[in-house]
């Protein structure tokens, strides 16, 4: 089944109180932040022996675990949960890490129960997928208003504003720390303790603003009441492009927290927020997606060339597009021309461990050729 909504309907929280009825359960999220928000949660419901925690930077996994809070690359494979869920669906349609998003919704499933959570813009091509799926929609608990534009000297208490870019954050926690006092900043080039602590000073209320990127728009349950945008064009590892407005919304729906309603507006250069994309933010409307993307999982470890061509598979439904050349591609055709990997890949076995280095990420954002030597020299 499916759950769909706007922010804050407490879609997630729903999820795992339906995963705490079953023996096994596993969550994938979109961020390793929300992992651990979600993980820290439970641990405090069940007690910290049952619950695991595995992103691609943290693994606590006690011998007893019994319900798994993972990034969605991250869920364990060989492993039969009662209840899977996977969280915020919509990112099947990112183009980066859509189609690890679409690969777990067609091929993994709770032996008694699956549901999914995100947006209800996934709603249509959802029924594509899984005609008979069910659907519960939830609405959003509180109201979201625009505030119109504040200076920094001027921001509310429990402000976050949203930037863009290190330096941006930087100068403007710089600026908020030297005019009120003290500030938090969440972004995921932050070492796991570092995020924590900061995301823990805003939520105890040592701290009454924060700085953050976008990334606070997947869900991180802070208690906010105002979002201001600095900024609403961001460089996505391409180029430089407009926020959608679907994105805008997100971000803006972290504002307002559970009955408590929520303001959105702008501040630094960013003058004013035109009036249709106020217009749809305040309306929670939602923009349908029209397709997934997709890249073929069914795959042949004989020789290098077998496991690329199998990689080039086109998908057969018309709503799931082609994921080409994704980063652990682009490592693999890196090191398959390497001599010594050459030697060792003859078999298929060691083929396998290869393919599945290549999986892991770079998240010092290096050029390719870098990162693939590191990936070498952990193969």
Not at 27 to 37: D, N
Not at 60 to 67: D, L, Q, S, V
Not at 116 to 139: C, H, T, V, W
Request: hydrophobic residues 40%; charged residues 25%.
């Amino acid at each position: 089944s499916a759950i769909l909504g706007p922010t804050n309907t407490g879609k997630t929280f729903f999820a795992i109180k339906k995963m705490l009825n079953y023996e096994t359960g596993v969550i994938g999220f979109p961020l390793r932040l929300l992992a651990r928000e979600n993980y820290e949660y439970t641990k405090r419901i069940v007690g910290e022996s049952k619950v695991a925690l595995i992103t691609g930077e943290e693994k606590i996994i006690p011998k007893e675990a019994k319900y798994f809070f993972c990034t969605v690359e991250s869920i364990p494979q060989n492993y039969n949960y009662d209840f899977v869920g996977i969280d915020e669906i919509q990112l099947a349609s990112d183009f980066e890490r859509g189609y690890i998003f679409t690969d777990k919704l067609l091929n993994m499933s709770g032996k008694k129960e699956t549901i999914l959570m995100g947006s209800i813009s996934a709603e249509l091509i959802l029924k594509k997928i899984y005609p008979d799926i069910k659907i519960l929609k939830k609405k959003r608990l509180s109201k979201l208003t625009y505030s119109g534009y504040k200076n920094i000297a001027r921001l509310p208490k429990r402000s976050a504003v949203i930037a863009f870019s290190q330096m941006d954050i930087y100068q403007f926690a710089t600026r908020i720390k030297q005019i009120h006092g003290g500030v938090s900043i969440v972004m995921g080039a932050l070492s796991p303790e570092v995020r924590n602590a900061q995301v823990k000073l805003f939520e105890d209320g040592k701290v009454d603003y924060i700085v953050a990127t976008d990334a606070i728009g997947l869900g991180l349950n802070l208690n906010i009441k105002y979002v201001f945008f600095s900024c609403l064009t961001k460089f996505d590892g391409y180029s430089k492009r407009k926020l959608l407005n679907d994105e805008l919304a997100q971000i803006a729906g972290r504002a307002g927290r559970y009955l408590n309603d929520g303001f959105f507006g702008a501040t630094g250069d960013q003058k004013l927020i035109n009036n249709e994309i106020v217009k749809f933010v305040e309306n929670y409307n939602f923009s349908e997606i029209k397709s997934f993307y997709w890249r073929n999982s069914n795959i042949d470890f004989k020789n290098p060339k077998n496991l690329i061509k199998n990689l080039s598979k086109k998908p057969d439904q018309h709503f799931l597009k082609l994921k080409r050349n994704a980063s652990d591609e682009r490592y693999f055709k890196i090191l398959i021309k390497d001599n010594e990997v050459k030697k060792e890949i003859k078999i298929s076995k060691n083929l396998k461990k290869l393919w599945e280095v290549c999986g892991i990420p770079d998240y010092s954002k290096n050029l390719d050729e870098y990162h693939s030597s590191f990936l070498k020299i952990v193969f």
